[in-house]
């Protein structure tokens, strides 16, 4: 049998290289520094970053809905969704903030899923991509899980295996490896942190120089800096000079150069993940109060919103009939929710909703008598459906009985 097999060069493309280059030391980069999962987590703004999407996310309650008509109605919410891993004592928190955080430095996240005999899920159990490597067999995408053994031997399908991809290229069995894709801009702020580390740790530029035109040997150089060290190191007396010295202050224009260059790496990064620099704590020009809250608002469409549908889908996948996994995203609208009240109100009154549909985007259940559309007079809504008040609803000029 080949090894080349196109079934299954994608998958080795798609994630043994990968894995296999990160186990070996890292991936390689221009700036010759080992990108790997432990030393990209090293980087405080990978790390902000990535803790960042996983705690947002995983806050977020998780409820399970059902569509009954045109209605959307709670439901009770299974066992397995309430502690995911009994055994190893995880919680969804848990478990979503692994799953997002996997997604995020490696592009592929896999959940493990057990099931009781009726076929129910019963236990979900996160698995880290180097232990799952990911194949087609007979037409089908079959996951080959590694046991304690070190081999790929435990065969696992995709019924019983949850597998979320963050990007992803026609064909591919497997997501496209983040620590790969940004390797350059990995490697960079691993190269610039230690260099900035080298450099203050070794004292950074020096505050000052003397300067001479005398000759002198390296001896009568050294005793002249440890006497300039201990008489003026740490105090504020004024120096007197002689024989010819100059003294000459230095800038530290080299350090705020690399602090500067650091700070652009931060953005980078922060275009990585598509997070605004400012809540990654990076200096930014938008730090007033409307751009902040646009930003906000851009954060949670389009950076959150897509990772929480990932979420959500797969989850859909494990529960029964039209029944469907939501998190509740009202959690980001606190602070907002006034102003998101006042839009459905608005909606009502003007019969362009009806209450029990605000509701439902609410995704709270109906209510009886809530489907009739109703139209806002001052203050007060009105059934447009009823004849107004002081009318004869039997009278036939009256424009609200049929004919």
Known sequence: MSLFKRENRDAALGNLTDLLALREGGLRNYSGEEVNEQSALGISTVFSAVSLLADSIALLPMKTLRYDRQKVILTEKPKFLEKPNVAQDISMFSLVHQTISTLAMHGNAFILVDRDRQGRPIQLTPI????????????????????????????????????????????????????????????????????????????????????????????????????????????????????????????????????????????????????????????????????????????????????IRRIEDSFTTLIPGKQFVRLDTDEYARGDQLSRVRSFQVAISSGMMTPNEARAKLDLEPYEGGDKFYIGLQGALIDPTLPPQGIDEHDPTNPMIDE
Do not use: C
């Open 128 to 307: 880290h991509p180097e232990k799952v490597k990911v194949e087609m067999l007979n037409g089908k995408k079959v996951f080959m899980l590694m046991t304690k053994h070190g081999q790929y031997d435990r065969r696992i399908t995709t019924y019983n295996m949850l597998h979320l991809i963050w990007y992803q290229y026609p064909g591919q069995l497997t997501g496209i490896s983040p620590l790969r894709a940004n390797g350059n801009t990995y490697g960079l702020a691993l190269a610039m942190e230690r260099h900035l580390s080298q450099f203050y740790g070794q004292g950074g530029t020096p505050s000052s120089v003397l300067e001479t035109d005398r000759d002198l040997t390296s001896e009568q150089a050294s005793i002249l800096k440890d006497t300039w060290l201990g008489n003026h190191n740490r105090n504020r007396k004024p120096a007197v000079l002689t024989g010819g010295l100059k003294w000459k202050a230095i800038s530290a224009a080299a350090g705020d150069e690399l602090i500067a260059a650091r700070e652009q790496i931060t953005h980078e990064i922060a275009r990585v993940f598509r997070i605004p620099a400012h809540l990654l704590l990076a200096k930014d020009g938008s730090n007033v109060y409307s751009n902040l809250e646009s930003n906000g608002l851009a954060f949670i469409r389009h950076t959150l919103l897509p990772w």
